[in-house]
């Protein structure tokens, strides 16, 4: 608790530092970006399926799959939002069921199903930037980082992109020191990420390595995170990445933990 | 139904390296799911138990698990071909052959064997009256089997302003208990631990729709806040009476009304869970021969204390009604005690990209000055192939209590699975 609370007081100077610098002019703009990349990234349409599949692949070479299905709905632009995650593989976790409501400015919810057990355990989600089911995304790369954790700062504009780093409100509770994404300046996708350790140095780097026009939204359907200090990546697929399928708010309840809604079988 | 053949054929064709071809076939032509592990598991006791074997597992198990996606519901069947060394038997354990439909947009039906759970607990039950596998829970089997299979139908409607399970079991279906077969126990008759020398037998409650069981749970969730109300009508899932002539062990009669409550709190998420117990066979505890009524008591909370490691506690509570009635008929030298208390730790580790679970789950009772360690490891050496292993320590100042009678089944496990 102490420890938080030493971290929200660095956070707290630090802010007051640098609202009185020159930034607070460019805020406007680069605000705009970011939010309109949240948007691109996280929320298109009011709610969307997909297929996916994560080829990870450790230090050695050794690679592992998963393939599951992921459902979205936002209960609003840019804020709430609800995941229900179906795994087909592999067959040890088939049936599995994954569901988070995500929330703005506190915890997630986030429930697991069991079904060789019939259980429905209860998450604890205080650490988002924990790897997610074994590959070098995390939880937060899946379901976006909030926009208003980190500072952001347009650092360079391109003919095709925005160049914008990010830098954590509460250093205390990540791993890196600052971010750098390259924003599509067309469809705000953000289309490469590089992150810094405490120590200044990368060792951690996203890559979309294949965008599509999917029912009028621009979509990311394969994309790499690399751990660079083990070598190791994770390549995620999106198949049948449909949007605006009417999915009802009761798909993301206890109901359908246990038992999984016909969009997610066949 | 023409997969129903296939199954037949399937351990054949697993042997033969065939099962992908087998899994697409039955996905493709006809909406059925496959999947299913051979295993074999090895364990022994860690000291001597005059009354048992020294090997305390040791068996070779395939599991068939079979999902037919139809128009109107699922149709499941999940079952074990079991080959136990340690009884030297070979057996078919048929876990779940159920049928799941959607009679109405609100309503959920699910009928035939099906394993249930529900209740706040970790590892500790207050509300979750379904059978459980103590002994295999106990010798190091894969904690699926904890729980056992309800020959039930189950109903499930779902509201605006709450959700309602009903449960109706036809037939009592009572937990695994420590009969003595392959685990020591103290028997008080005998007023010694006993083990193969003295093997329980109980009346079996098996009279169907005479001898039933109900469930129904209330549930609601309030913006992450899950609140549930409980109700259970059926006998004691573990045989809480003794009958003098045998002597032989019965399931009394047992009622139980419940609640609970679960929502993420400083940082993790906090449990609290409620259930009185009514023995309403002896409701002034004046028969020795059968279990008084009790409250429990249950609080729980978990967090993750680093990254990839998370770390739980929970304090849970027996306390027996009429006690001076059971106090003057009870040894005082076995005596259980007016308030039995358990607390537990879960310590959770993940290592290596999620592929090495590192766990310990203990189990510690002050009033009973005894405990239960079950330290762990689990590895997935590819998505198929998974290697585990762990201890089973019990220990206890006295030989009547709970967990201190299993002493001498303290065991060491490991086992090596092959999942298709």
């Known amino acids: ?266 | 139904m023409a997969f129903l053949g296939l199954i037949l054929l399937n351990p054949i064709t697993a042997v033969g390296g065939g099962v992908d071809e087998l899994q697409a076939t039955l996905s493709d032509k006809y909406r059925t799911d496959l999947i299913g592990f051979v295993e074999t598991r090895a364990g022994a006791r860690l000291q001597d138990d005059p009354y048992q074997k020294d090997a305390s597992l040791g068996e070779v198990r395939l599991q068939v698990d079979l999902n037919s996606d139809l128009d109107f519901g699922v149709l499941k069947l999940k079952s074990d071909l079991l080959g136990d060394l340690v009884t030297e038997e070979a057996i078919v354990e048929l876990r779940e052959l159920n049928l799941l439909f959607f009679p109405h947009d609100m309503i959920d039906v699910k009928v035939g064997r099906q394993v249930l759970t529900w209740g706040t607990g970790d590892l500790l039950f207050v509300n979750d009256l379904f059978p459980k596998d103590w002994e295999s829970f106990f010798i190091g089997r894969d904690v699926e089997y904890l729980k056992a299979p309800s020959d039930a139908l189950k109903t499930s409607v779902f509201m605006d302003l709450f959700n309602l399970d009903l449960i109706y079991v036809p037939r009592f279906n009572g937990s695994e208990y420590i009969d003595g077969s392959r685990i020591s126990y103290w028997n008080g008759l005998l007023g010694r631990t006993a083990g193969r020398d003295f093997i329980f037998v109980d009346d079996e409650r098996n009279k169907a729709f005479e001898e039933d069981e109900v469930h129904a749970r209330l549930n609601k969730n309030v913006g992450g806040l899950e609140l549930d109300g409980y109700g259970y009508y059926g006998y004691w899932k573990t045989p809480e009476g003794v009958k003098p002539a045998g002597p032989k062990l019965f399931y009394p009669g047992l009622a139980v009304i419940g609640a609970s409550a679960r929502n993420s709190i400083w940082g993790g998420i906090g449990n609290l869970e409620i259930g009185y117990y009514d023995s309403y066979e002896d409701r002034k505890g004046t028969d020795p021969l059968v279990r008084n009524s009790e409250i429990r008591f249950l609080a729980g909370f978990v967090r993750e204390l680093a990254r990839n490691f998370t770390g739980g506690f929970q304090y849970y509570l027996e306390y027996m009604q009429d006690y001076d009635e059971y106090e003057q008929t009870a040894d005082p030298a076995t005596a259980k005690d007016e308030y039995r208390h358990v607390t537990t730790v879960r310590l959770t580790r993940l290592l290596m990209n999620q592929t090495l679970t590192l766990s310990l789950f203990a189990y510690y009772s002050p009033s009973d000055e005894d405990g239960y360690l079950r330290p762990k490891f689990h590895y997935k050496v590819t998505d198929r192939l998974a290697v585990d292993g762990g201890i089973n320590w019990f220990f206890g100042a006295e030989d009547h209590t709970f967990f201190g009678q299993f002493e001498d089944a303290s065991n060491i496990y490991a086992g090596i699975r092959w999942n298709y």
């Open chain 1, 1 to 266: 608790m102490k420890r938080v609370l030493t971290f929200s007081f660095i956070a707290l100077m630090f802010l007051a530092g640098t609202l009185s610098g020159s930034e607070v002019e460019a805020a406007p703009q680069i605000e705009e970006i970011v939010d309109k990349a949240n948007l691109a990234a996280y929320y298109a349409g009011d709610d969307g399926r997909s297929d996916v599949k994560m080829t990870i692949t450790d230090g050695q070479g050794r690679t592992r799959n998963r393939e599951f299905v992921m459902l979205r709905k936002d209960i609003k632009d840019g804020g709430e939002q609800m995941f229900y995650v179906y795994f087909e593989k592999p067959s040890d976790v088939r049936k599995m069921v994954y569901l988070v409501h995500k929330h703005i400015g506190r915890d997630d919810d986030r429930w697991m199903y069991l079904a060789k057990l019939d259980l429905v355990k209860r998450i604890a989600a205080s650490d988002k930037r924990t790897s997610f089911v074994g590959s070098h995304f995390y939880y937060e790369d899946v379901s976006g980082r909030g926009v208003e954790e980190d500072r952001h700062e347009l650092v360079e504009e391109t003919d095709s992109h925005y160049v914008v780093k990010n830098t954590p409100k509460r250093p205390g509770e990540v791993e890196f020191s600052a971010y750098t994404v390259w924003i599509d300046k067309e469809t705000f996708l953000p289309m490469k990420a590089e992150y810094l350790d405490k120590g200044g140095s990368k060792y951690r780097e996203m890559e979309a390595l294949k965008t599509e026009m999917i029912q009028g939204f621009p979509t990311v359907t394969k994309s790499q995170m690399r751990d660079l200090r083990s070598g190791g990546d994770t390549v995620s697929e999106f198949n049948n990445s449909k949007y605006n399928i009417g999915l009802e708010q009761d798909i993301f309840s206890e109901r359908y933990l246990r038992r999984p809604p016909r969009v997610v079988r066949r």
